[in-house]
């Protein structure tokens, strides 16, 4: 085998990579109950409660990770989609926020970075107990805000669907494997 052979195997093995990579985020089964709420995806769990750890790790069998609010349209859209929805009212949903490493600093925990946007409930977070240090939406007076409380806790989660990366190595080789095969001539890889 030669070596201009052995890349076109090794390019078309990075095809078949991107495809997968595709499947596994965007068409599968795994999303087929994400929702659409204002500029996310939503997976919105009311079928069994489950602590905050358990949450995150729901969520991550998804491919996804425990929602995190960043904006005011982003909190208003989620509060008008529960609210409007019977079966998600009067719960009580977990986000992905923490302050486990500090008390007192909030942080995406799938980031680290500061709570980007935050709606706490009239005199939250309190650290009730000093035991309380993951953050859910709770719904008080038919509007949802924010409450710390005890991540074991059993609460619903909310999970939202990673966003694609700016840019990424696979779509660079992707666009090079195309390139590559148009110099070449060679028609596709199944030929190979
Ligand atoms: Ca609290």
Same mark, same amino acid.
């Given at each position: 085998?030669?070596?201009?052979?052995?890349?076109?195997?090794?390019?078309?093995?990075?095809?078949?990579?991107?495809?997968?990579?595709?499947?596994?985020?965007?068409?599968?089964?795994?999303?087929?109950?994400?929702?659409?709420?204002?500029?996310?995806?939503?997976? %919105?769990? $009311?079928?069994?409660? &489950? !602590?905050?750890?358990?949450? @995150? *790790?729901?969520?991550?069998?998804?491919?996804? +990770?425990?929602?995190? %609010?960043? $904006?005011?349209?982003? &909190? !208003?859209?989620?509060?008008? @989609? *529960?609210?409007?929805?019977?079966?998600?009212? +009067?719960?009580?949903?977990?986000?992905?926020?923490?302050?486990?490493?500090?008390?007192?600093? @909030?942080?995406?925990?799938?980031?680290?970075?500061?709570?980007?946007?935050?709606?706490?409930?009239?005199?939250?977070?309190?650290?009730?107990?000093?035991?309380?240090?993951?953050?859910?939406?709770?719904?008080?007076?038919?509007?949802?805000?924010?409450?710390?409380?005890?991540?074991?806790?059993?609460?619903?989660?909310?999970?939202?669907?990673?966003?694609?990366?700016?840019?990424?190595?696979?779509?660079?080789?992707?666009?090079?494997?195309?390139?590559?095969?148009?110099?070449?001539?060679?028609?596709?890889?199944?030929?190979?």
């Amino acid at each position: 085998m030669g070596l201009r052979q052995i890349c076109v195997l090794v390019l078309c093995f990075a095809g078949v990579l991107t495809d997968s990579i595709n499947n596994s985020n965007y068409g599968g089964s795994e999303t087929i109950s994400f929702i659409d709420i204002g500029n996310k995806h939503y997976l %919105i769990n $009311t079928v069994a409660t &489950m !602590n905050w750890f358990q949450a @995150y *790790l729901y969520c991550h069998t998804f491919d996804s +990770d425990l929602a995190v %609010i960043k $904006t005011p349209g982003e &909190m !208003n859209a989620l509060n008008f @989609y *529960l609210i409007a929805n019977a079966g998600h009212v +009067d719960t009580n949903f977990w986000l992905g926020v923490t302050d486990l490493a500090e008390q007192g600093k @909030y942080v995406s925990f799938r980031d680290g970075r500061p709570m980007p946007y935050a709606k706490w409930s009239a005199g939250q977070p309190d650290n009730f107990g000093n035991n309380e240090h993951c953050v859910h939406l709770w719904l008080v007076n038919n509007i949802f805000y924010m409450n710390d409380n005890n991540c074991n806790a059993k609460l619903y989660a909310i999970c939202e669907m990673r966003q694609p990366r700016k840019g990424c190595d696979v779509c660079d080789l992707k666009n090079l494997v195309e390139r590559f095969l148009q110099f070449t001539n060679v028609p596709n890889c199944e030929n190979w």
